[in-house]
């Protein structure tokens, strides 16, 4: 990642649905809630972040910029994620969703909001990933997400906040409740 500039580009989702294509790095603006179908495909290929037009506050725009940044490196962690033996279970709805909003994803109330399924299917999805809480599902997620940033050259500060680790003594404390080792000490 390091100190080459990259050109980020905001787009209101309208204008984009009458693109085939979109330019890498792009935030899209929309005013519906969920984003339109139309611009889906462009969200599923990876190459833009959607925003909501009343989340335009610095804290979100900041993620979102992150989260562009970063997407350079979302296929590959995708790829590392599914490829890792603990995470074999893991159903792909929550990775993917995992991958979209990393920052979101914390409980079993975030699994049945973000993928709009009730607390017994939010928790059966856990319970197939191997997991019996889904709060230890997501620090070994973040844990396993953190290791490969790192590796693969990205700046803490950016990915850390892309993957929701606000505070790290937070994070340790989740790491320590989950029995996993701290992610800076695999690497360091």
């Not at 990933?129 to 709060?135: D, F, L, M």
């Amino acid at each position: 990642m390091g100190n080459r500039r990259e050109t980020l580009f905001l787009l209101d989702a309208n204008v984009a649905a009458g693109m085939s294509t979109c330019p890498p790095r792009t935030i899209l603006v929309f005013a519906d809630c969920p984003c339109p179908l139309s611009v889906l495909h462009h969200v599923a290929a990876g190459r833009v972040v959607p925003l909501r037009y009343e989340d335009l506050d610095p804290e979100r725009m900041c993620r979102a910029i992150i989260r562009c940044v970063a997407a350079d490196g979302v296929g590959g962690l995708a790829a590392h994620l599914n490829s890792h033996d603990a995470f074999v279970g893991v159903p792909r709805r929550i990775l993917c969703a995992f991958l979209l909003h990393p920052e979101r994803l914390r409980s079993l109330r975030d699994v049945c909001r973000v993928l709009a399924v009730s607390p017994d299917s939010a928790r059966a999805l856990v319970r197939r990933a191997g997991y019996r809480r889904s709060e230890h599902l997501f620090v070994r997620l973040r844990v396993e997400s953190w290791v490969w940033f790192f590796r693969e050259g990205f700046r803490p500060s950016v990915f850390e906040c892309y993957l929701g680790i606000r505070d790290r003594s937070d994070f340790r404390r989740a790491c320590r409740r989950a029995g996993l080792e701290l992610p800076w000490c695999r690497v360091g």
